[in-house]
Structure formats: C-alpha cells, structure tokens
C-alpha cells in the first residue's frame, strides 16, 4: 500500500466559501479542475506558473500517479486520478465539517477567556444549519459573545438541552404538522409549555439538491421513487429526515418506493457534496446547501429552525445579549443574504402552544382573579 503523510492547516474565517482544513496540493486540484487552465489556477491562487507546474509534479512523484492531464493547445483536465482525489478529499471535508466547526469555535472560547475573563459564553447543541457559524463570528466580534456550538440532529440536540447538557439547543420543524404526523410524535414528547421557550431564528427552504441544469428533470418526491435513481438521505435522528418522512407521509408516498432511503450523509454540506460529485443523483436538504456547491435545487417546503431554551435561563445576561443581536438589523441583513434563509421574527420569543399546536387541554385554563 502506498502511504503519504498530508499536513492540514485550519483555515480562517475569511470567506464562506473557503475550505475549513487547507492543503496546498487539494487547492492546486481545486484550481486546476475550477479553470481549464495551470496559468489560470497559478493567477486564482496567487503564485507563479512554475511554482503550480512544479508543485504538480513534485506531487505526482509523491504519488506515484498522474494529477493532470495537459496538452498544449488544449485546457488543462485532471486525471482520473486526481479527479477522484478532489471528490474524496471534499466529501471528507464535507462530512467532518460539524467537527472542524465545533473544534474551532472551542479554540476561539478558549484564547478570548484566557484574554477577557468578562466575556460571556452559551453552551449550544445544534442541528446542522448554515447561518450559525456566521452568528457566533458576530456575537464574537461585536459583544464578545461565545456561542460554544456543537452540532448533531435535531433530535439529539433538544436531549442535550433536557439533560443539563447545554444553555441552548437548535431544532427545526414543519410548523403546520397535525398532532399524528411524524413531527409531532418525534418533538411533543421533548418539548413541554410553560417549561420550554422558543426562540424564533430563521425561516428556510428545504428541498431537491440535484446535478447542475437539473439533467435528469426531477421537480418533485415522486421521481425519487424512479428505478435506477441514486439518493440520499439524512439519518434517523436528524430534522431534515423528520421533515421529509412528514412529506412522504402527506402525499403517501411509501418510504419502501425509495431504493435508496438508507444511504445517508451526516449533514446538508456531505448531502450536497455526494451530489456535487456524481455519486448521487439527489439529495433532500436545505437551499444554502445546493447553492454553495453550485447545485441545481427543487424547492419543497418551508420550515421555521428554532433556539430553544428553559424559561428560567431567559434572563441570564449571555442570553439576552443573544437576543438583543438577533433582533439587530445587521444580522437580520446578513442572514437574509443566505440562499434560501429568511430572518423571519428573528430574536422574538415564542410559545411552544402558539407556533407548535400539538398541545390542548380539555379543560380552559382558569383567567386569574
């Protein structure tokens, strides 16, 4: 077995599209498959021609295979080789980035507490959603605010939140659901009135990530039940599988239609990276995820993603300043830039019985005297 040792650096918070571990030679294969072109990738990565062509082969000596495929007069391809060298290395990418994420943000915490022990902190436990890393730079930035995120499913997130675990946790949720559905068998049991509070964060569209151009034209759940069609799913414990199954469920489509139902990514980002990189035909997730890839995407519904916590800790001093940043109309501007996001009510407090209606009483409550 051939073995080569790869060094990764962390990378900052720069752009959103930059990748969270560098490495120079994946950078070169990203450059190299983006343009057509060694000079274009040498100009887009800010070195010289001779420094990207002999990177290239000092690699592919490393390797002991061909990265490139280059004929004079003709754009410049990556081998199959290298192509699936790319594909792996984003796809690993993909599905560690919850982790690289959390890694992160707890060095963040860690140097700004040792520097400022004034600065306030929220244990978070989150389902996978694209905007709230970019919450926790500004709560860093502007109220040296640390939003200590750990991300999981829905599920597991809200279990965190009952057992002590963290201040906070994120969910997301068909709000339109009758008391039978799946979202309400999954959520009532996790969620009490009068001891829960919601926080409003954001409305976002979940759909059909699909291959650039939409090729094989599927516009909807139905074609996923096509014989030959490669999907995949998000797994069980996981919001965006509570919310598909409830769509499935409406428009009695039998879970059994869909060959691959099982084959399953950890988050929106590894969901689209399959897509992206021809392994499969279609995934379900969320708009922002499509877009970042440059994916086509079918839209399907809309759904509300939720902050929730106990209602004694809305008062802590960490939570209102959290509360007060996301009434702001600098984030509800900058969440409202995100594909498929909307900052709807952003920051307000909601009751469990007003947004959820999974809960009645047989008897009116008593008006006070």
């Known amino acids: 077995m051939h073995r080569v040792q790869l060094t990764y650096t962390l990378a900052g918070r720069e752009t959103a599209q930059q990748r969270d571990l560098h490495h120079p030679l994946m950078a070169?294969?990203?450059?190299?498959?983006d343009t057509g072109s060694i000079s274009a990738a040498a100009r887009q990565l800010g070195l010289s021609y001779r420094h990207v062509w002999g990177e290239l082969?000092?690699?592919?000596?490393?390797l002991g295979q061909s990265l490139v495929i280059w004929v004079k007069g003709q754009p410049a391809l990556l081998s199959p080789f290298g192509e699936k060298l790319l594909w792996a290395e984003r796809r690993a990418q993909a599905r560690l980035a919850p982790q690289i994420e959390a890694l992160r943000g707890e060095l963040e915490q860690a140097f700004a507490i040792a520097f400022d022990a004034s600065a306030g902190v929220i244990p978070m436990t989150a389902s996978h959603d694209d905007a709230l890393p970019l919450l926790r730079a500004l709560a860093q930035s502007q109220h040296k605010l640390h939003l200590d995120i750990q991300f999981t499913g829905s599920v597991d997130a809200l279990a965190a939140l009952n057992d002590g675990r963290c201040l906070m946790a994120g969910f997301h949720a068909l709000t339109e659901s009758p008391l039978r559905s799946p979202t309400a068998r999954v959520y009532r049991p996790m969620l009490k009135p009068g001891h829960h509070k919601l926080v409003s964060f954001a409305r976002r569209t979940q759909g059909l990530m699909v291959a650039p151009g939409n090729p094989l034209g599927i516009t909807a759940l139905a074609d996923l039940c096509r014989r030959g069609l490669r999907f995949v799913n998000?797994?069980?414990?996981?919001?965006?599988?509570?919310?598909?199954?409830?769509?499935?469920?409406?428009?009695?489509?039998?879970?059994?239609?869909?060959?691959?139902?099982?084959?399953?990514?950890?988050?929106?980002?590894?969901?689209?990276?399959?897509?992206?990189?021809?392994?499969?035909?279609?995934?379900?997730?969320?708009?922002?995820?499509?877009?970042?890839?440059?994916?086509?995407?079918?839209?399907?519904?809309?759904?509300?993603?939720?902050?929730?916590?106990l209602q004694h800790a809305l008062e802590q001093p960490q939570v209102q300043t959290?509360?007060?940043?996301?009434?702001s109309e600098a984030w509800r501007a900058q969440l409202n830039a995100i594909p498929g996001y909307a900052a709807e009510g952003s920051g307000e407090v909601l009751s469990l019985r007003r947004v959820l209606p999974w809960w009645s009483y047989r008897k009116p409550k008593r008006a006070a005297p």
Do not use: C, M, N
């Open 28 to 33: 070169l294969l990203a450059a190299v498959h």
């Open 322 to 327: 959290l509360l007060t940043l996301l009434r």
């Open 57 to 62: 082969k000092r690699w592919e000596g490393e």
């Open 234 to 309: 998000r797994a069980r414990g996981t919001g965006t599988r509570v919310v598909l199954e409830e769509l499935l469920a409406a428009q009695r489509i039998p879970a059994s239609a869909i060959a691959e139902l099982e084959r399953t990514e950890p988050s929106h980002r590894a969901a689209a990276e399959a897509v992206a990189s021809g392994s499969a035909d279609a995934a379900f997730g969320i708009e922002a995820a499509a877009s970042a890839r440059g994916l086509g995407f079918v839209p399907i519904a809309q759904e509300l993603y939720f902050l929730v916590t």
